[in-house]
């Protein structure tokens, strides 16, 4: 008897989808995101699709080259293999080049596996311990001026939380926390990410300038790499520390714990290697009294839809979901996904909940991967980590 559940096609795209309008942070500067999208049919013709980051020229070949080939003729149901046997084909010690392209395949047999059981996913990971979950709206490097009219716009959209990149000039972060607290006031919650770009001097002196604006945490203040300074400033911070390039695997989640680095934990299936890997760090959080989020890196549709499976079923999940799902001017769904006074719906329909809109998916489709971490209105401009 045939296993319906079997993989029997994988097909993938590389599109490009544009922003309204260029951003800016301390490692580049972006005009759209550009994404590995996967689609897989089982031996019963029902069909999965997942998404994943395609910011390096890495993940196409990783995904062609290894996933492809362990996924065909593989069960939806066999995730956990799945993650060991890419990590065994040699990439123990690349598991940063093997997560983005793993993901992509992962996130559509579970889509798959919703179908085929007619069960959401936060159906099939313990129910929805929330069915609403706030969205943080996401605020750029610009002057602040403009800073301060996006941050307005947001709060009367709805929004509670507000999150502003800083990282490229540090008088400038101070004048724009100031600017955003002034335009918010002092109820909302605004949290900021320098992306790694401080040494611990640096952000010692920032932290204190920045204590009177009741951040509700720092992001990824120092370079990923310094484990031991990220313990000695959280211990010394008066303003909560969150990671997130910090903790990309299970074993840098658990490290952080170990080590003291973090008082929030932000979770990414593409950086983790899958939704599972997610639940699994959620879990390892948890029992940690940490609380977690979500990493927002340029989602479109499908993982914006993860997200909020994600987040319905982590009981630590209490920290509203940073998104630039909205700065985008389309998306590669049949529906765009709507937030309405903050809050996102969390999908009820199988599988990942959401529709695939194959046309868009080949309108959008690249053979170019666009890095966003370079600018082109400065060509010899190249990030330093730390930068100051």
């Known amino acids: 008897m045939t296993d319906h559940t079997i993989i029997t096609k994988i097909r ?50 990783v995904f062609d080259k290894l996933i492809v080939p362990l996924g065909l003729g593989r069960s939806v149901m066999d995730v956990e293999r799945l993650t060991r046997t890419a990590e065994g084909a040699g990439y123990y010690h690349h598991k940063r080049a093997l997560v983005f392209a793993l993901s992509a395949l992962e996130m ?56 502003l990149k800083v990282g490229l000039d540090p008088e400038q972060d101070v004048a724009l926390v100031r600017r955003a607290r002034e335009v918010l006031g002092p109820a909302a919650n605004l949290r900021v990410d320098p992306n790694g770009a401080w040494t611990p001097a640096t952000a010692k002196r920032m932290i204190a300038k920045l204590v009177p604006y009741d951040l509700q945490y720092i992001e990824q203040p120092l370079p990923v790499e310094d484990i031991a300074g990220a313990a000695l400033l959280r211990a010394s911070s008066q303003v909560p520390i969150c990671i ?10 658990m ?61 630590n999940a209490k920290i509203a979901l940073d998104t630039i799902y909205q700065h985008h001017v389309d998306d590669i769904l049949t529906t765009r996904l709507s937030f309405t006074d903050g809050q996102a719906v969390v999908p009820t329909a199988p599988g990942l909940g959401v529709e695939i809109d194959l046309k868009k998916l080949e309108f959008y489709k690249t053979d170019v991967i666009t890095s966003a971490y370079l600018n082109p209105d400065k060509p010899n401009w190249f990030a330093e980590k730390p930068a100051f």
């Not at 031996?43 to 890495?58: N, Q, R, V």
């Not at 179908?115 to 069915?131: D, F, N, T």
């Not at 403009?146 to 999150?163: H, N």
């Not at 997130?244 to 695997?249: K, N």
């Open 12 to 61: 993938s795209w590389i599109v490009h989808v544009p922003l309204k309008s260029a951003i800016s942070w301390s490692s580049g500067k972006r005009t759209g995101s550009t994404r590995l999208i996967c689609e897989i049919t089982t031996a019963d013709g029902t069909k999965g699709y997942g998404e994943t980051i395609c910011l390096l020229d890495f993940v196409p070949p």
């Open 255 to 315: 490290t952080a714990i170990r080590m003291g680095t973090a008082d929030v934990i932000l979770v990414d299936p593409h950086e983790t290697g899958g939704l599972w890997q997610c639940l699994k760090a959620g879990a390892i959080c948890e029992a940690a009294g940490i609380h977690v989020g979500m990493h927002s890196g340029g989602e479109l549709g499908l993982t914006q839809a993860a997200y909020l499976h994600l987040a319905a079923s982590m009981p």
């Open 244 to 253: 997130d390039e910090g903790a990309y695997t299970l074993q840098e989640t």
């Open 108 to 163: 559509a047999m579970w889509d798959a596996r919703g179908k085929i059981a007619k069960l959401a996913l936060h159906q099939m990971w313990g129910g929805a311990y929330r069915s609403k979950i706030e969205m943080c709206a996401y605020v750029y490097i610009s002057d602040a001026t403009k800073v301060a009219e996006e941050l307005i716009s947001y709060r009367d959209q709805g929004f509670k939380s507000f999150k």
